[in-house]
């Protein structure tokens, strides 16, 4: 059996046809990835923290972001060592390969590889990123003779971070939901290439469809690479589900359709890849899966650059806006904004009385004074060893 985890970066639940449409006027076309979810568990109520490094690192560990500081990425002590999925199928006798197509020049220290570091730790074939512009995974399957291994394991966990759709240029910047469906049909049928050349069997292997989030479009997408936008009045187009809501859908030997939801945050990922690697043919399967999953979820998200009501310290080392989702409540909190919560679900200002308790708890133990100190005291000391780093790698240099 093989075990795909296919995780293509920025691709938003509403630009498949399983999900409702949400783009007025213009209708989702079916193309590959759209035929992948057919006859899959589909959960409708995934929710990350609208980026790549802390949602995909709960995926790929099952822990708390706040507790390994993902929230913090400067941090000397952010995405520390921890279990991942790859030593959870190595264990089980797998063979794994990692591919990530990031472009050629993308940075593979600091934060970036404390983080690459600990994801790709027990696999046996990686690829951290593009060797040149057009480098593709038939390039590395042939670097890596893969087609030998393809032949003599039968025991396969593919692991692929794809950034064709992230870093399309019809995506990236001043996009909108028509540049971003054109974009979105380009990657699939290089997602249909990908997984053709693994030879993946719908009736055999089993394949995990991820995104890690979607994507803003223009002119909110400014919040994000403007100063000056003005982030005080459209500071809740942060929490669009367009951006903050990932895919998850899974396919296996003799699936049928099935829409789960219940909501799920990232960290809840590397258990339910375990339990449908151990349950996939096990009629208590959905049982199995609904134990692991809840009724409302926190998440957060960190503030762009746009933002005026945080100084910069703030903003380097925590997540400035929280969000309680569940079935009949959606707010939100921004710190020091003049309107700190907003309904999601009315679009309207409300005051914290309207909140639920266990947000509120959030807030205080997330923003308490010893917790901020905490972190930008360790942000300072990250920053004074990274440039005591610099001196001595410029030092050696000279010598």
Same mark, same amino acid.
């Given at each position: 059996m093989k075990q795909i985890i296919y995780l293509l970066d920025g691709l938003t639940p509403y630009a498949l046809s399983k999900f409702n449409k949400v783009y007025s006027g213009i209708t989702n076309k079916n193309n590959f990835v759209n035929k992948l979810m057919k006859n899959s568990h589909i959960y409708v109520n995934a929710f990350g923290y609208g980026e790549t490094y802390s949602t995909t690192y709960g995926f790929n560990t099952g822990q708390d972001i706040?507790?390994? !500081? $993902? /929230?913090?990425?400067? #941090?000397?002590?952010?995405?520390?060592? !921890?279990?991942?999925?790859? =030593?959870?199928?190595q264990k089980n006798n797998y063979k794994n390969i990692f591919f990530r197509n990031?472009?050629? !020049?993308?940075?593979?220290?600091?934060?970036?590889?404390?983080?690459? %570091?600990?994801?790709?730790?027990?696999?046996?074939?990686? $690829?951290?990123?593009? *060797?040149?512009? &057009?480098?593709?995974?038939?390039?590395? $399957?042939? /670097?890596?003779?893969?087609?030998?291994? =393809?032949?003599? !394991?039968?025991? +396969?966990? @593919?692991?692929?971070?794809? @950034?064709? +759709?992230?870093?399309?240029? =019809?995506?990236? *910047? #001043?996009?909108?939901?028509? *540049?971003? =469906?054109?974009?979105?049909?380009?990657?699939? *049928?290089?997602?249909?290439? &990908?997984?053709?050349?693994?030879?993946? %069997?719908?009736? %055999? /292997?089993?394949?995990?469809?991820?995104?890690?989030h979607g994507m803003t479009y223009a002119p909110y997408d400014q919040m994000y690479f403007n100063r000056n936008f003005n982030y005080e009045s459209n500071y809740h187009n942060l929490y669009l589900k367009d951006k903050i809501q990932f895919v998850f859908f899974v396919k296996f030997p003799n699936s049928k359709k099935k829409k789960i939801v219940k909501f799920v945050e990232p960290k809840k990922i590397f258990s339910l890849i375990k339990i449908y690697n151990e349950k996939y043919n096990y009629s208590n399967l959905l049982k199995s899966i609904k134990k692991k999953l809840s009724n409302s979820i926190i998440i957060s998200l960190k503030s762009p650059i746009s933002d005026k009501f945080n100084n910069f310290f703030i903003k380097e080392t925590l997540h400035t806006h929280l969000l309680y989702l569940s079935f009949k409540k959606k707010i939100s909190f921004a710190l020091n904004h003049p309107n700190k919560y907003f309904d999601l679900i009315y679009l309207r200002i409300i005051n914290r009385k309207e909140c639920p308790k266990v947000f509120l708890n959030k807030i205080k133990n997330y923003y308490s004074k010893k917790n901020m100190y905490k972190k930008i005291f360790i942000y300072f000391m990250s920053l004074i060893n990274r440039i005591f780093q610099k001196l001595l790698t410029k030092y050696k240099n000279v010598i």
């Amino acid at each position: 059996m093989k075990q795909i985890i296919y995780l293509l970066d920025g691709l938003t639940p509403y630009a498949l046809s399983k999900f409702n449409k949400v783009y007025s006027g213009i209708t989702n076309k079916n193309n590959f990835v759209n035929k992948l979810m057919k006859n899959s568990h589909i959960y409708v109520n995934a929710f990350g923290y609208g980026e790549t490094y802390s949602t995909t690192y709960g995926f790929n560990t099952g822990q708390d972001i706040y507790k390994t !500081n $993902c /929230d913090s990425f400067q #941090n000397f002590n952010s995405f520390p060592q !921890n279990k991942n999925l790859a =030593l959870y199928f190595q264990k089980n006798n797998y063979k794994n390969i990692f591919f990530r197509n990031a472009h050629h !020049n993308s940075p593979t220290k600091g934060f970036y590889g404390r983080y690459l %570091n600990t994801i790709t730790k027990n696999f046996d074939y990686i $690829c951290l990123k593009k *060797k040149k512009k &057009n480098y593709t995974f038939n390039n590395f $399957c042939e /670097d890596q003779n893969l087609d030998d291994l =393809l032949i003599k !394991n039968h025991n +396969l966990m @593919f692991y692929f971070h794809d @950034f064709t +759709l992230h870093d399309h240029k =019809l995506v990236y *910047k #001043n996009s909108s939901p028509e *540049k971003y =469906l054109t974009a979105f049909e380009e990657a699939s *049928k290089i997602i249909e290439k &990908n997984l053709k050349r693994l030879k993946f %069997n719908a009736n %055999n /292997d089993i394949l995990y469809f991820l995104s890690d989030h979607g994507m803003t479009y223009a002119p909110y997408d400014q919040m994000y690479f403007n100063r000056n936008f003005n982030y005080e009045s459209n500071y809740h187009n942060l929490y669009l589900k367009d951006k903050i809501q990932f895919v998850f859908f899974v396919k296996f030997p003799n699936s049928k359709k099935k829409k789960i939801v219940k909501f799920v945050e990232p960290k809840k990922i590397f258990s339910l890849i375990k339990i449908y690697n151990e349950k996939y043919n096990y009629s208590n399967l959905l049982k199995s899966i609904k134990k692991k999953l809840s009724n409302s979820i926190i998440i957060s998200l960190k503030s762009p650059i746009s933002d005026k009501f945080n100084n910069f310290f703030i903003k380097e080392t925590l997540h400035t806006h929280l969000l309680y989702l569940s079935f009949k409540k959606k707010i939100s909190f921004a710190l020091n904004h003049p309107n700190k919560y907003f309904d999601l679900i009315y679009l309207r200002i409300i005051n914290r009385k309207e909140c639920p308790k266990v947000f509120l708890n959030k807030i205080k133990n997330y923003y308490s004074k010893k917790n901020m100190y905490k972190k930008i005291f360790i942000y300072f000391m990250s920053l004074i060893n990274r440039i005591f780093q610099k001196l001595l790698t410029k030092y050696k240099n000279v010598i």
